[in-house]
């Protein structure tokens, strides 16, 4: 009977030190888990951010050429080139 006790408290104390050690490995995994994700998060915004600003430049370009050839056009510019401007000009 001391034997079959003295095994049961074997039992218990491997039981609880088995839930313990499950109780740490899961706590580290969702640790680990959250820091993936907060990672593959910062990952995903700075992605963006660059998909962004590349789409801004080429925006700034293009209404800066815009601008340019409204200037031009409307000023009478480019030299020889006056009956054509004032054709173009009568389009705005």
Do not use: P
């Not at 030190?17 to 910062?42: G, H, P």
């Amino acid at each position: 009977m001391a034997n079959n006790r003295l095994q049961d408290i074997l039992d218990r104390k491997n039981k609880k030190e088995e839930a313990k050690k499950q109780k740490t490995e899961n706590r580290t995994t969702k640790v680990a888990s959250r820091r993936n994700y907060r990672l593959d998060k910062i990952k995903e915004t700075t992605a963006k951010a660059h998909a962004v600003a590349t789409k801004r430049k080429w925006l700034v370009f293009l209404i800066g050429i815009g601008l340019v050839a409204y200037f031009v056009i409307s000023s009478g510019g480019l030299g020889g080139l006056g009956g054509i401007v004032e054709k173009v000009k009568g389009f705005f």
